[in-house]
């Protein structure tokens, strides 16, 4: 689906949640300002914004209702960056009150909720871009393009390892951090479907293949409902990979923080990407490493150039919309649906603050053999002695 902006002027955007990730749309909104290309119209958000942290972006609207904002301010786009739980019911009520989505993600919480939300994209005639700014990089085609050259030979599967450290004041910064419902709303805030989410969305897009297989083990070292330790393994017909799997490893529970990593194995060498850092690493035997950075596309400025497109000629495309989050869609149902994570041994140490962190000890090392095998956590010898269960 494509659309166009109906009116001369610039794009009048509103932003829905304006005090948590929100902030981080307000540079791109500052700039979008400053070229003359878009105003920000309004703000909905339960509490007041004060005036210092929309500096540079005028006077907008403030209110606490989204549909109404966007009706009485015209907008031709509405931000949409709220606690994820409320995302499906605030975005078909922006659509069907005139606006174009930005999305941030996981886009919804269950795959019911996201086949309606494409259904009313459809019904409203609108178009939505998801948050997954690491599909605004050019590095995964970078990626595609070497897999299909053969530059690492056959393909035997995709790794992704993600270890990070959380402590409780992360989950204690609001209700609905670390809960999997929430006063009978689906939330399935774990490590796979959002602080990872940008992982398992990049990995499975480097594929590009209809999902057939899906497992899942998760568990938790933190007192909370959702996983912070995760393991998937994915597989697919039509992609990239010809059914070699895919197994996305994570934990927040790690003694340090280290930047995720998404591997190809291949027969002939390794094809590494850092999706936080655009950069693409070639590794084959005999031959020294060859490493290339890329450049990356700020989704919101995507999403204005394919709303702003003039009629003479195509609109650049939306680089992640809401029908290419389908595969990421599946997994995020396949954990909402899974049983409760089980509880793993885990350290409990001093924070910043007065926070305790959680630290599962050898949790870094596991993380790391399960993408580089290929394997579940629990096909692998070592963790029977993290998880305190017999081999």
């Not at 599967?157 to 204690?172: E, P």
């Not at 969305?201 to 938790?220: N, P, S, V």
């Amino acid at each position: 689906m494509t659309a166009e902006h109906s009116a001369a002027g610039p794009l009048r955007i509103v932003l829905a949640g304006a005090h948590g990730f929100g902030r981080t749309y307000l540079p791109v909104l500052r700039e979008l300002t400053a070229e003359g290309r878009a105003v920000l119209a309004g703000v909905c958000d339960l509490n007041p914004v004060p005036p210092e942290l929309l500096d540079g972006l005028g006077t907008p609207v403030q209110a606490a209702e989204l549909a109404g904002l966007v009706e009485d301010t015209a907008a031709d786009i509405a931000v949409i960056a709220t606690p994820l739980h409320t995302h499906a019911e605030l975005a078909e009520a922006a659509m069907a009150a005139g606006a174009h989505l930005q999305l941030e993600k996981p886009p919804v919480a269950s795959m019911a909720q996201y086949e309606r939300l494409l259904a009313a994209a459809g019904q409203h005639g609108r178009v939505c871009q998801v948050g997954f700014q690491s599909l605004g990089s050019r590095a995964p085609q970078a990626v595609r393009e070497l897999i299909a050259d053969g530059a690492v030979g056959r393909v035997r599967g995709i790794g992704v390892a993600g270890a990070w450290s959380r402590d409780t004041a992360y989950y204690g910064r609001a209700r609905w951090a670390g809960m999997r419902r929430l006063d009978g709303t689906d939330v399935v805030d774990g490590a796979l479907t959002n602080p990872f989410a940008h992982a398992v969305a990049t990995a499975l897009a480097l594929d590009g293949g209809e999902i057939t297989g899906l497992e899942t083990e998760l568990y938790r070292a933190f007192d909370i409902e959702a996983d912070d330790t995760s393991a998937l393994r994915v597989r697919t017909r039509g992609g990239l990979l010809d059914g070699a799997p895919i197994v996305v490893a994570v934990t927040l529970a790690a003694p340090e923080q280290q930047p995720p990593v998404i591997t190809v194995h291949g027969e002939h060498g390794r094809i590494v990407l850092h999706y936080t850092l655009d950069r693409v690493t070639v590794e084959r035997e005999g031959e020294p490493p060859r490493v290339t950075g890329h450049p990356r596309t700020v989704l919101l400025r995507n999403l204005a150039d394919h709303l702003a497109a003039d009629g003479t000629a195509g609109p650049p495309p939306l680089l992640v919309p809401l029908s290419a989050t389908r595969p990421f869609m599946q997994v995020l149902e396949a954990v909402r649906t899974a049983p409760d994570p089980a509880p793993i041994r885990a350290e409990d140490l001093p924070g910043d603050n007065g926070a305790r962190r959680r630290v599962v000890p050898g949790v870094t090392e596991l993380v790391h053999a399960a993408a580089a095998e290929l394997k579940l956590y629990s096909e692998l010898p070592q963790f029977s002695g993290i998880s305190g269960r017999p081999a």
